[in-house]
Every structure is written in structure tokens, then in C-alpha cells.
Nanobody
């Protein structure tokens, strides 16, 4: 089992920045990638960014160039740096972990989830 705990989100003005963290514990040796997803009211949960054990990263087109995902060297913490935030970035953000060894972009491919944290971007 893997436990994931996200840091607190917050309220930020459009154009501002916010950094989320995700602390992993438990059987982290089985984790191949950590991902960030988000879910806005009335919408499905969507992939935002992911980082693989080898260090490779992948981003949704909607956040490319604005968001950066990275991790601590010991693979116990992942981060999501969000810059140039827009109102449409408002959502509950989730950290997730997958044991799949291929690039995982879908909700169904992730095995463990954090509780989610609210990010609200105001105009």
C-alpha cells in the first residue's frame, strides 16, 4: 500500500503561482510514476502532469509551459509548480501513484490517490 498526502492548496489571483507537494509513504518501491490530476465542478477528473521514476515528465497541453512537475531524490515527495495560473485552473488537485511501467495518463491506470486539495484562481 502507498499513502499520498497533498499539501494545502489555496486561493490565488490569476497570473499568480502556487506550489503543491505530495508526500508518499508505504511501499513506494513499487511506484513507477507519480501523477497530478484535477477535477473541476461538473467535469471529469483529468490528467495534468506526471513524472516517471527515470525522471521523464509529461504534461497536458493545457498546462504545458506553465506547470512543472518534479520530485525529491528519494522519490518520497512530488511537487507541482503552477505558474501563470488562469481561472480555468480552478479545481481539486489530486496526487496519484501508479505501479504501471508504461506511461500512464488515465485515471484508471493509477493505483493510489491522495485526498485532493482545492486550488481556486480568482480574476
Amino acid at each position: 500500500q502507498v499513502q499520498l498526502v497533498e499539501s494545502e492548496g489555496g486561493l490565488v489571483q490569476a497570473g499568480g503561482s502556487l506550489r503543491l507537494s505530495c508526500a508518499a509513504s508505504g511501499d513506494t518501491f513499487s511506484v513507477y510514476a507519480l501523477g497530478w490530476f484535477r477535477q473541476a465542478p461538473g467535469k471529469e477528473r483529468e490528467f495534468v502532469a506526471g513524472i516517471w521514476r527515470g525522471g521523464g515528465t509529461y504534461y497536458a497541453d493545457s498546462v504545458k509551459g506553465r506547470f512543472t512537475v518534479d520530485r525529491a531524490y528519494d522519490w518520497m515527495t512530488a511537487y507541482l509548480q503552477m505558474n501563470s495560473l488562469k481561472r480555468e485552473d480552478t479545481a481539486v488537485y489530486f496526487c496519484a501513484a501508479t505501479t504501471a511501467t508504461t506511461r500512464a495518463l488515465r485515471v484508471s491506470e493509477y493505483d493510489y490517490w491522495g485526498q485532493g486539495t482545492q486550488v481556486t484562481v480568482s480574476s
